[in-house]
């Protein structure tokens, strides 16, 4: 890292067009992090749970007796597929229609696997299935985000390891922040941003946590959580269900490894949020965007110790002690073979 990086600095986010403060003077100092005892794994199947196959749910409901990836409406969506008309027009109190529809996806019947745990065949199931539902809703509304909550620290209200999908008729502001983004740097440069930034990092190495022949993961230079990720085709590819089968296949893979190495780091299933952009519907030129996932883990020393976005990161902006180059190292050096629930 160069002396300019190992003092108080700001990265621009090329994505969003923000920018994080870095502080690596507070964590010059080698460490390795608490160590907190092992959390104790969860049944395989739950009778209170309303996931687990052949159980209720909330509204009475009762879930198949799924094997595999399980998809169903969401009992609580957060849209409507019929969202009314719109509000009077008022240039302070704007408010808009916000139409779409919100599903969840078990990845599996055990309620006691999350991700890492499942096998290649099962992950890939799992991608399947996203891509299915990416191309199902993508015929019918403008944007389709596919994500992950895991854990409580993230909110997450239920333990059985699930996923969720909700379709809009708007494109959100992340992702239209990203749109926009990503048309500019590929008017001025000829290339999609992240096709670029797949190849500088793979060339320089000390920020990728994983890689294979189709994929990367990197800690990404303007990261603000201390161990997020971005999970990025070494391809040209816009969407989920463009996927072939092998790249689903290598997708599958590296997802594996690198929530592997997140449970792994600090023993504990390791909550994050976890979400793909793709592109959206309807645009006549989707040539600038690059799929990609985020992964956004809130843990820093400890499976308990956790980063808090207070202060200055809500008052101004993101600021991080740990450097993203230090934190790629962190995560390389941990087993990604083993999961530590299943070592002797």
Not at 61 to 74: I, K, L, Q, W
Not at 98 to 104: D, E, F, N, Q, Y
Request: charge should be negative.
């Amino acid at each position: 890292m160069s002396d300019a990086l190992a003092r108080p600095h700001r990265r621009y986010n090329p994505l969003s067009g923000g920018w994080v403060q870095v502080s690596p003077q507070r964590m010059g100092r080698p460490w390795q992090g608490e160590v907190s005892p092992p959390d104790p794994p969860p049944p395989a199947y739950d009778p209170a749970c309303y996931l687990c196959p052949g159980n209720a749910r909330v509204g009475g409901e009762v879930n198949p007796a799924y094997t595999g990836v399980h998809v169903f409406d969401n009992d609580f969506p957060a849209l409507a597929d019929d969202a009314g008309e719109a509000a009077a027009a008022d240039p302070l109190l704007r408010a808009e229609p916000s139409a779409g529809v919100c599903r969840v996806i078990c990845f599996s019947p055990d309620h006691g696997k999350s991700l890492p745990q499942l096998d290649l065949a099962q992950l890939r199931g799992v991608v399947d299935c996203w891509a299915e539902q990416t191309a199902d809703l993508g015929a019918r509304f403008a944007h389709v985000q596919v994500f992950e909550n895991k854990g409580a620290m993230m909110g997450c209200s239920n333990p059985h390891p699930h996923g969720q999908v909700w379709a809009s008729a708007h494109v959100p502001q992340e992702v239209a922040a990203e749109d926009e983004r990503q048309r500019a740097y590929i008017a001025e440069h000829g290339r999609p941003l992240l096709l670029d930034v797949a190849e500088r990092e793979a060339a320089e190495g000390v920020r990728v946590v994983e890689a294979n022949d189709d994929w990367l993961a990197i800690v990404p230079f303007w990261a603000a959580w201390p161990f997020e990720t971005l999970v990025m085709p070494r391809f040209a590819v816009q969407r989920l269900p463009q996927l072939t089968g092998g790249q689903r296949e290598s997708l599958a893979q590296i997802l594996k490894t690198l929530t592997t190495r997140y449970d792994n780091l600090f023993e504990t299933s390791f909550p994050y949020s976890m979400g793909w952009h793709q592109a959206p519907f309807g645009m006549p030129d989707i040539d600038p965007w690059q799929l990609h996932a985020h992964f956004y883990p809130p843990l820093l020393r400890s499976a308990s110790v956790r980063k808090f976005m207070v202060g200055y990161e809500m008052l101004a902006e993101p600021q991080r002690d740990l450097t993203p180059e230090r934190a790629a190292e962190m995560l390389r050096a941990v087993d990604a073979t083993t999961h530590f629930r299943s070592r002797a």
